[in-house]
C-alpha cells in the first residue's frame, strides 16, 4: 500500500474538502512506537491508552502481534495500512518559513 493510498483509506473529507480525521500527538507516539519497536509502550498505564488502542485497531492501523520470540512485550503492531500511514509521516516536507520586508509585500504601497 502506497502512502497515497493510506491517505485515501484514512482521511475522510467534509463538505469543505479539509481532513475530518487529524492525529493526536499520543496516537502519533503509539502509531511509532508499535511500528518500531517490540519493547512494551511506555506509557500503557495512561487511562486514555486502552480507548486509544480500541480506535487504531478499528482504523485498521494495529493488530494484535503474535510473539515470535521472550523479548517480544509489544502486543499489537502496525498493519499494512499502519506501515504506509508511518511512511506518509515520515515524508512529510518541513515547512518553508519566508520572510517578507513589509514595505514590498503585495498590496502594500512602494
Known amino acids: 500500500m502506497t502512502p497515497k493510498q493510506a491517505y485515501n483509506l484514512l482521511f475522510a473529507y467534509d463538505e469543505c ?3 475530518a480525521r487529524q492525529w493526536t ?26 480507548e486509544t488502542i480500541s480506535r487504531l485497531k478499528e482504523l485498521g492501523v494495529l493488530e494484535d502481534r503474535i510473539a515470535t520470540h521472550d523479548e517480544d512485550k ?24 519566508t520572510y517578507v520586508d513589509p514595505r514590498f509585500a503585495e498590496g502594500q504601497p512602494r
Do not use: D, R
Open 17 to 19: 474538502q479539509k481532513p
Open 25 to 50: 500527538p499520543f496516537e502519533m507516539k503509539i502509531v511509532l512506537h508499535h511500528y518500531g519497536s517490540i519493547a512494551e509502550f511506555g506509557g500503557c498505564a495512561a487511562p486514555i491508552y486502552p
Open 74 to 97: 509489544n502486543p499489537y503492531q502496525t498493519t499494512v495500512l499502519g506501515n504506509a500511514l508511518v511512511e506518509m509521516w515520515c515524508q512529510q516536507p518541513l515547512p518553508v518559513v
